[in-house]
């Protein structure tokens, strides 16, 4: 009787060991950067493997945009990135939005958010945090209303991109988004932007007597 009380509290012991995983404990896997491709993309050397790394819900300029401005950010973008990572190590973590895409994006890029090794900087809040790429709210992550918050924050203090310059106006003042058979504009971050929506200057839009947006408020 006494036996079987002993190996019943065992039991219970080891179902409560094996079905709880310890939280603090998680043991990241450590990454070589190999080099910076733009603004919120870099490579990373993975199982002895180059692998394209895209930092979910972030998005910078691009560099090809038709646009000074534009153009000019994506450079100070890729600078910035280059400054935090080149010669760093990091670590990933993914989201349970891409799961379903193996953490693969269209183009076969892996998925990710990125932390430094060396202090554990988280890299796509960063980049939001001082002004270099907006939230990127076209596809869910489980982190964007905390990305939306830090974009707003940046926009607060004129930050990075939201910066206006006599020769670079700011990138936010220069385009916005609209949709077909709507006279209302948006930014790009805005839920009412898709993939259709076609992006014209803000002053062209204000010229066109079309109206800001009340949700994302261009
Ligand atoms: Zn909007």
Not at 5 to 20: D, Q
Not at 156 to 164: P, R, T
Request: hydrophobic share 40%.
């Amino acid at each position: 009787m006494k036996y079987a009380l002993l190996a019943l509290l065992i039991i219970i012991i080891l179902l409560g060991v094996f079905t709880c995983p310890p939280k603090s404990t998680i043991a990241a896997d450590v990454y070589d950067v190999v080099r910076v491709v733009d603004g919120d993309t870099f490579i990373a050397r993975i199982d002895a493997q180059n692998v394209r790394v895209r930092l979910i819900g972030v998005d910078t300029p691009e560099s090809v945009h038709p646009n000074k401005a534009v153009e000019h950010f994506a450079l100070e973008a890729s600078a910035f990135l280059k400054g935090l990572l080149e010669g760093e190590q990091v670590y990933f973590i993914y989201d349970q939005n891409n799961a379903a895409t193996n953490h693969k994006d269209r183009y076969d890029r892996m998925l990710a958010y990125a932390y430094r090794a060396s202090d554990s900087l988280f890299i796509n809040a960063e980049i939001i945090r001082q002004g270099y790429g907006h939230a990127y709210s076209k596809y869910p992550f489980t982190l964007m209303e905390d990305f939306i918050k830090y974009e707003r924050n940046a926009r607060h203090q004129n930050l990075g991109l939201w910066a206006e310059t006599e020769d670079y106006p700011a990138v936010s003042d220069s385009l916005v988004w609209f949709n077909a058979g709507s006279n209302k504009y948006h930014r790009e971050i805005c839920r009412y932007t898709t993939d259709k929506s076609l992006s014209m200057s803000k002053t062209e839009a204000i010229a066109k007597d079309f109206e800001p947006c009340k949700v994302c408020k261009p």
